[in-house]
């Protein structure tokens, strides 16, 4: 088995950029009821505008070459070829940073935290969890498995010839940051966590007797986002293939089912998507699962990764990230659009580090990029 690492370039050919404009440009938009906001899903009028906008004013080629000033590099691990992005800093004494992002995304979510990580003394790799992005396609059944994507982590940073790291994860990349300890507990200095949930999306609702303040505004959020905001979920988690064929033939299927969350998982809950977060680096992510047709692949790593979790909480008897049991020091930033609670997460005060913000929400190295590096440099500074 090769243990190369070979230097990627994104370079997407012109055929397929020319196909996407064209299928944009002929979009068959639906009737719809009267009345534009988001109750029912994203808006036609704000849809088609930013579809006109992705087509005609996006500039895909100059993203591209601003994304291949990056160092980027692919290895196959266990048959998966897995993308990455590595950027060392100068300082001697630097810190190898592993980070994993989340869905629906890709390791471009952390393009604005790079340089400052860089420039506080961390070596950062982050990786394309297997089905998402360029860590596409996916060659067989079960890199959903969240300990298995853990384990190729591992080995990753062994051909980096990193013995010692930092890890940071969020969303499902704070489930497989959780893991690493498990998977590799000599090698881990420390784990920080963003994009936490306090308990099983599917799961019983939050007790919120004796929660008060911000903990029962977050519990109540919870509880309201499992009645009205997880149908997305229900499908990729029941029915991946399905829905996948709208994702792969239609851009703007593509785009309407990641732009929602821009606009639910942002915070404070804004207008449009674009009050919060930049639309390019938004687009970017859509464009990047369009073209790698990440939009199935993710929905099956989705699908996989909730029956291992379900059958972990079986057997737990509760969905609690705690109970996990990293061997190393845990730091959590939550962000104000975050419903984790620390009672519920932490029932025996084991964390060693938490940080609450009054800004920024499920995307913060988007939102809120200088909080979150300095968060984690404040963690790791330990």
Excluded at 130 to 156: D, H, K
Aim: hydrophobic share 40%; glycine share 8%; net charge negative.
């Amino acid at each position: 088995m090769t243990q190369e690492i070979r230097p990627f370039s994104i370079a997407i050919p012109q055929a397929d950029l020319d196909d996407l404009i064209d299928r944009v440009a002929r979009a068959r938009w639906p009737h719809h009821p009267a009345g534009g906001d988001w109750s029912r899903g994203v808006p036609v009028d704000y849809l088609k505008q930013l579809a006109e906008y992705w087509a005609g004013e996006f500039d895909w080629r100059a993203r591209e070459a601003q994304l291949n000033e990056i160092p980027q590099f692919v290895t196959t691990i266990d048959g998966q070829d897995i993308h990455f992005l590595h950027v060392k800093s100068q300082r001697p004494d630097a810190v190898p940073l592993l980070m994993t992002h989340g869905w629906p995304s890709s390791p471009f979510e952390f393009t604005k935290v790079i340089q400052p990580l860089v420039e506080a003394g961390f070596d950062v790799v982050a990786p394309a969890l297997p089905g998402y992005g360029f860590s596409t396609p996916v060659n067989e059944p079960g890199w959903g498995n969240l300990f298995r994507v853990a384990g190729a982590w591992a080995e990753l940073m062994r051909r980096l010839d990193y013995s010692r790291y930092a890890v940071h994860g969020t969303d499902a990349g704070s489930g497989v940051s959780l893991l690493m300890p498990v998977v590799a507990a000599e090698h881990v200095i420390g784990v920080h966590l963003s994009g936490t949930s306090p308990a099983l999306p599917f799961g019983p609702p939050i007790d919120t007797d004796g929660l008060t303040g911000e903990d029962l505004r977050r519990a109540e959020h919870f509880n309201q986002t499992q009645q009205d905001g997880i149908g997305y979920l229900h499908i990729q988690a029941t029915r991946p293939q399905t829905v996948g064929y709208g994702l792969t033939d239609s851009p703007i299927a593509q785009l309407a089912w990641i732009v929602e969350k821009f606009k639910e998982w942002t915070f404070p809950a804004s207008k449009l998507p674009q009050d919060k977060v930049d639309i390019d680096q938004v687009l970017t992510n859509v464009t990047i699962a369009w073209f790698t047709q990440s939009g199935l692949s993710s929905a099956h790593a989705v699908y996989e990764g909730m029956q291992v979790y379900r059958q972990m909480a079986a057997q737990q008897g509760d969905g609690d990230q705690a109970a996990w049991g990293p061997s190393a020091p845990v730091g959590y930033a939550v962000f104000a659009g975050d419903d984790t609670i620390r009672s519920l997460v932490d029932p025996a005060g084991q964390i060693a580090h938490w940080s609450e913000f009054d800004a920024g929400g499920h995307f913060p190295a988007m939102e809120v990029p200088d909080l979150l590096a300095a968060d984690i440099s404040t963690f790791f500074d330990r």
